[in-house]
């Protein structure tokens, strides 16, 4: 597994990115995530009404909600993850993989990972492409440059 690979390289060294479905959570080692495994009978894009404009104002994925960690103690990623998407999500062909470029190079690089993949999901919003990007780090390391 490719957190096996990882283990070995220095930490701040790697930066992975992966346009791809279901990429998410590619650098773990455990390819299920409790409480997110689809069932292979599920589409692949649900349907949904959208919600009224007050509660989808309170469900912006823009928004850094506090969140409460499970797991205490020393995380033990080593590298920065840029996925193209959930891991429970299916990523378009030609999304991910342009905007990443386009923002990076318009910042000449000198941009901190959290506002490109802000950016980023901006971008995707535009073009009406249903898909999620994220970023896996420590979390000091969404403050830092891209690449840095």
Not at 110 to 131: E, F, G, H, P
């Amino acid at each position: 597994m490719l957190a096996d690979i990882f283990k070995s390289i220095p930490p701040g060294v790697l930066e992975v990115i992966m346009d791809c479905c279901h990429s998410g959570t590619i650098t773990r080692n455990s390819p299920i995530v409790i409480g997110k495994m689809i069932p292979d009978f599920m589409p692949a894009k649900a349907k949904f009404i959208k919600p009224p404009l007050d509660i989808q104002c309170r469900i912006d994925p823009d928004m850094d909600y506090p969140v409460k960690r499970i797991k205490k103690g020393k995380s033990t990623m080593n590298h920065v993850l840029w996925a193209a998407c959930k891991d429970y999500q299916s990523a378009y062909d030609d999304a991910f993989t342009p905007a990443f470029c386009k923002h990076v190079r318009d910042t000449n690089g000198k941009v901190a990972r959290r506002t490109l993949l802000s950016r980023i999901r901006a971008t995707l919003r535009y073009n009406n492409i249903d898909q999620y990007p994220e970023i896996e780090c420590e979390r000091d390391a969404k403050f830092k440059e891209v690449f840095s």
